[in-house]
């Protein structure tokens, strides 16, 4: 396979109702689980990194960003099956640009403090950008204040205006929840499956209930993300791994073993990643 547009994954979901996995790398060997778990499943997929991150840790530098777009995209020419590559949640305008020129094919600026009218016209121009690289772009409609018809009368706004390719909703779905799962607001997003002819995406895939995933994906929903539930299985494996007396670096580090970090970080993220696809209905679509 290779590196495949965004709108034709998109589409095949839709054709055959399921959702894509959006699974959150951080490093090599979590680019490597993901694909792991896909290839294992047969299951079309997104991978990606966190533009937020990239752009605003410290001593952030253009350089870092070709070097994480040419992993991620080798990554996915390498796979055996279709994969696309977002940068994904990133307030920083240039860095967008950048990205979108660097080899990811789906961009997310994201700012939720933005008063919403610079948000649209700042996703407008990035939009016409990406779309004449031939680079989707997912943007978020967030007005929790506003009763529901509202809510899409503002989301139909914002697409048409902007002519982004998804939207990631707020339905329920909150991002970084730590503890437990909550059910969505299914009303909400009958709404919007509706009114939106685009794919619907929802944040915050680690702290929503299974039978509101499943109901979510015949409402419209195309792609759920995930990133808090597999850093902390990640963290856990390690920490326990690091529990020991081994004196020889290359043990924990560099010789392929059992006991190395990253072969153990590699095995642990396609586990968890194993543990949430099977929900989205992608399975053995690729």
Not at 102 to 109: D, E, H, K, R, S
Not at 155 to 181: C, M, P, W, Y
Not at 199 to 212: A, F, K, W
Not at 233 to 250: F, G, M, Q, S, V
């Amino acid at each position: 396979m290779s590196l495949e547009p965004i709108n034709r994954l998109m589409q095949h979901a839709r054709h055959h109702d399921y959702a894509l996995g959006y699974f959150e790398s951080w490093s090599l060997e979590s680019v490597q689980g993901v694909i792991d778990a896909a290839e294992a499943t047969r299951s079309p997929i997104i991978i990606g990194f966190n533009g937020e991150w990239l752009a605003e840790r410290q001593n952030a530098s253009a350089q870092e960003l070709r070097l994480y777009a040419a992993l991620g995209k080798a990554a996915a020419i390498e796979a055996d099956v279709p994969v696309g590559f977002i940068f994904n949640e990133c307030p920083n305008d240039a860095w967008v640009e950048q990205a979108i020129g660097a080899g990811f094919n789906l961009v997310m600026p994201a700012d939720p403090h933005a008063p919403l009218e610079d948000y649209t016209r700042r996703v407008k121009r990035l939009t016409a950008l990406a779309h004449s690289r031939q680079v989707a772009v997912e943007a978020d409609f967030e007005a929790d204040d506003l009763d529901t018809a509202a809510y899409a009368d503002g989301a139909v706004q914002f697409v048409t205006e902007t002519g982004v390719d998804l939207l990631a909703v707020s339905v329920g779905n909150e991002e970084i929840k730590l503890q437990g799962r909550a059910p969505l607001d299914l009303s909400r997003l009958e709404a919007l499956g509706r009114r939106l002819d685009v794919p619907l995406v929802l944040h915050g895939g680690t702290g929503i209930e299974d039978d509101s995933i499943k109901a979510a994906i015949h409402l419209g929903v195309r792609k759920i993300n995930y990133g808090t539930y597999m850093k902390q299985k990640y963290l856990r494996t390690i920490r326990e791994a690091l529990d020991t007396a081994e004196p020889n670096p290359h043990a924990l580090l560099g010789d392929g073993s059992g006991t190395d970090l990253m072969v153990i970080g590699r095995r642990v993220v396609k586990e968890a990643v194993l543990e949430r696809i099977d929900l989205l209905g992608c399975c053995g679509r690729a």
